[in-house]
């Protein structure tokens, strides 16, 4: 399965390359691509955490639960670290907790894409706004909270995994590239919106603030994609 769940993450970086070079290119249809595109970051996120914890053990829960069991209790990160003290990797409820933690972004990324598509059709989206009349406000809002309880999650199985001593299988850089694709690209179009919506960009006869801000984010993310290849060819 380790090959499989690889190869899922790896087709990522052409998804968000080609998807972001067509909202470029057709960028009267671009928030349909994009959105597209951004969910299948919600199923590369499902595969990498499932990759992470094949490295705690090969074969299985079984192996995964028995390697857990054996590590010392950790202390929770910040801001966590300030409501619960040490937690026991070795105990169910910690992988339940973080499997939840992580795949809920999966179902909330993918339930907001098919509400911004209903409000969109309605015209009650708008892309360019962050008025909490509109749907495009609630949108980021609660995709952000998602995501940043998800990658909460994910550095604190990724510790974990550096914990069971899984040094051959090189989890950082795996873990680095898919941050980099993941956290940075949504924030830095939750930033550019932010701009947008202070009136940063002004509307042109030809592009409106929202195709600007879209058109920004593509080009960024057309070249950050070569710099995640190259750290992708080294990490897996």
């Known amino acids: 399965y ?7 993450i ?11 070079w067509l909202a470029l290119r057709y960028y009267t249809y671009a928030m349909y691509l994009l959105i597209v595109r951004d969910m299948y970051e919600a199923f590369a996120l ?5 990759l992470l914890l094949l490295m705690v053990g090969p074969s299985g829960p079984a192996e995964q639960q028995r390697r857990l069991s054996t590590l010392p209790p950790m202390q929770p990160l ?3 670290n300030w409501v619960k003290g040490w937690y ?15 795949l809920q972004y999966c179902f909330v990324r993918i339930i907001c ?10 015209q009650r989206y708008c892309p360019d706004s962050m008025s909490p009349q509109y749907g495009h406000f609630w949108y980021i809002t609660l995709n952000s909270i998602s995501v940043t309880i998800s990658m909460y999650g994910l550095v604190i199985l990724y510790e ?6 899984s040094v ?41 603030a929202d195709n600007i801000v879209n058109g920004i984010d593509c080009f960024l993310v057309c070249w950050e994609m070569l710099i995640v290849v190259f750290m992708q060819s080294r990490a897996f």
């Open 10 to 20: 790896l087709i990522m970086v052409p998804i968000y390359a080609i998807f972001s």
């Open 46 to 50: 499902y595969n990498f955490f499932h």
């Open 160 to 165: 974990i995994v550096q914990e069971a001593k």
């Open 113 to 122: 894409t098919f509400l911004a598509f209903a409000m969109e059709s309605r």
């Open 78 to 80: 910040w801001p966590l």
């Open 88 to 102: 026991l990797p070795g105990n169910p409820k910690t992988l339940y907790v973080l499997r939840t933690a992580v």
């Open 168 to 208: 051959p299988h090189r989890p950082l850089l795996k873990f680095l590239s898919v941050k980099l694709v993941i956290f940075l690209v949504f924030w830095q179009l939750m930033a550019l919106s932010l701009l947008a919506s202070a009136n940063v960009f002004t509307s042109t006869y030809f592009w409106t």
């Open 2 to 8: 380790e090959e499989a769940y690889v190869v899922r």
